[in-house]
């Protein structure tokens, strides 16, 4: 089972999953393509002798290792970290050997706001600041995709889920509604315990 449908709950949903902006990875990707250049044409360079295998070697062996640390790791964290938004929490998971997460309900968050630099503003990336009540204090998401929509995203899911909790208190659980409600990622959320999901209607 993908995660995260293994850490969701009977009546839980995923609204939005992410990882971290293509921009993260982007100088990894030109530092691949450098070291295997610069190895390339290194080992080609080196005139012929006795020695020559044992050098040639030498150069593959550094370049591997230059691209383990300055390649492989940015984007195993790049693949390791998700951002994911249910019709109950807010999750956040990241790490590659050490793992790090932290799980906050939508009725605990208390405000959603987010930050852009004018290169973000460019990308459509930013800095997503959620503070929540009680002692967990704020969660910090770094380099989010369109972190303005994520952040009115959560904003609506905040609504909705208090909604939810409402119609549940005095109606108890054989209804459902529809909030109408289309999340500009090409789905529509109906909200509701009988009637819930985001089904695959995307915008042309």
Known sequence: MPYPDRLLVDDEEVVRRLHPHW???????????????????????????????????????????????LVARPLLRWRTTHYVVTTHRLLLREGILARRGRDIGLSRIADVSYRQTLWERIVRSGTVTVESAGEGGSTVLEHVPDSDGLQQLINHMIEEDADRRAYEAHHGHDGGYDDGYDD??????????????WHGTRRM
């Open 23 to 69: 921009a993260t990875v982007f100088w990894p990707v030109v530092l691949l393509l450098g070291v295997v250049g610069a190895a390339s044409f290194g080992a080609a360079a080196i005139p012929e002798g006795r020695q020559q295998g044992v050098y040639r070697l030498a150069v593959v062996v550094l370049a591997l290792v230059l691209v383990l640390v």
């Open 184 to 197: 500009g990622y090409g789905h529509r959320y109906d909200g509701g315990p009988d009637d819930r999901g």
